[in-house]
């Protein structure tokens, strides 16, 4: 069994005057997809904290609608690269990227399980122009080719930083010269975190950013990593599915539209990153105009997104079957048969519970019900063998890994593990 008062512990630790952390130390300030992940645990047991963790994100919106990956509400000597290294002007000091953006899944979930109505009513409603603004950034800014498959500008952008999906585009990424020290080294075993090489050329896609003024066509233009991650598209693409929900329900009947079309724009080019022989989506190097071909649970992150048809899903529920095969954790999120994978290290081959959540809600959404059961029995495993809330886990042994006491793995076994 699972300590549930433990998990609400957690939450209740790393809260911070209105933001959860995702671990003291080695996080220490407001990550944008993990603050979603983690509204949903709070909504089970403290659902006005719930609300607050999405109203205190958004305000760090951008003007443009861009909700930043990170917000720095205060100062911290424990993580590295700071505001002053993202160089970004804005109300509250922040990154100059965005997440995978689950926002509107979120706030969606949590208006339909809300235990007082007429507050989730009253939240939602408020919440709303934040979300039209936020998806308007990314159709906008990130569709570079008008074809409803928006693009990442970063590795970090993608949620799964160091995947090896992302070696050969970050391969052409330039490595900064100058000294730095990172301070995740301080918290967690290196053999558990990117390597140095990765960190100088993220460093450089950060300075690249601020030296064409965060202009979405000049670092286009400018960039060697472009990157279409189907991961995002999926996640974006469920997400305005749910955005166009709560659209309806409050009335703004104008805007549902236009974000129909978007839809629609999508649907009919996510086809071309279907790989038969690989029996998932992959992912795309815009530059080299060519698929990117390492299988990664990112890859099937369409399941969630609703954006296969019923023989891509069955292809990819197979493909799922045999990759549970290999561990009794949930499902790596590098396959196994990759040279690449690393159980261990970071996106490299770890579990991650809130992956495995999404892609067994997409299954059930295609009728696989009971391998989505597999897959959150599997995942129980994890918080079980480890015995606590780990960042991720090792996908053969399931040891716990990366930061202790993470506030989204406690989440996750609130909101779907508990229930």
């Not at 403290?46 to 990170?70: C, K, S, V, Y």
């Not at 599915?241 to 539209?257: H, K, N, S, V």
């Not at 990664?296 to 969630?304: C, I, M, N, R, Y």
């Not at 994978?341 to 809130?354: A, D, I, M, T």
């Amino acid at each position: 069994m699972i300590d549930l008062d433990s998990a609400r512990a957690i939450l209740r630790q790393n809260d911070q005057d209105g933001h959860t952390v995702p671990t003291r130390g080695l996080y220490p300030f407001q990550w944008n997809w993990d603050s979603a992940i983690t509204a949903l645990g709070w909504l089970t047991f403290d659902e006005a904290r719930a609300w607050e963790e999405a109203h205190t994100m958004f305000r760090g919106q951008w003007d443009n609608g861009m909700l930043p990956h990170i917000l720095f509400h205060g100062h911290s000597e424990s993580y590295f690269p700071g505001p002053e290294v993202w160089g970004a002007k804005a109300a509250i000091p922040s990154s100059s990227i965005s997440q995978p953006p689950v926002w509107a899944t979120a706030i969606n979930l949590m208006l339909q399980r809300s235990g007082d109505a007429a507050r989730a009513r009253a939240e939602a409603r408020a919440l709303l122009p934040g979300l039209l603004g936020y998806h308007e950034w990314w159709y906008r800014d990130r569709d570079r080719d008008n074809n409803g498959l928006v693009q990442s500008f970063h590795p970090w952008e993608s949620g799964m930083d160091n995947s090896p999906a992302w070696d050969g585009p970050l391969a052409r990424v330039p490595e900064v010269k100058w000294k730095y020290r990172r301070r995740d080294l301080g918290h967690v075993d290196k053999e558990e975190r990117p390597g140095r090489l990765e960190y100088n050329r993220y460093l450089h896609l950060i300075e690249l950013q601020k030296k064409n003024d965060f202009d979405p066509e000049l670092i286009s233009a400018a960039s060697p990593y472009r990157v279409v991650d189907i991961g995002t598209v999926s996640i974006l693409h469920r997400a305005t599915r749910d955005l166009i929900e709560l659209c309806r329900i409050f009335g703004q009947d104008a805007a549902i539209p236009g974000l129909e079309s978007e839809l629609a724009r999508t649907r009919a080019a996510v086809s071309a990153c279907w790989s038969g022989r690989d029996r998932c989506f992959l992912n795309r190097d815009i530059i080299a105009d060519a698929p990117l071909a390492e299988v990664t649970t990112g890859t099937l992150l369409p399941l969630f997104g609703l954006l296969a048809d019923d023989e891509q899903a069955g292809a990819m529920a197979a493909l799922v079957e045999e990759w549970l095969g290999a561990s009794n954790f949930g499902l790596s999120s590098t396959h196994p048969a990759s040279a690449r994978y690393e159980p261990q290290r970071y996106w490299r081959g770890p579990v991650w519970l809130h992956i495995n959540w999404m892609i067994a809600e997409g299954l059930r959404a295609y009728g696989y019900d009971d391998l989505a059961e597999r897959i959150r029995s599997n995942t129980r495993k994890c918080i079980e063998t480890a015995g606590g809330y780990y960042e991720y886990f090792n996908s053969e042994t399931g040891e716990g890994c990366g930061g202790g006491n993470f506030s989204w793995t406690a989440a996750v076994a609130l909101y779907w593990l508990g229930r």
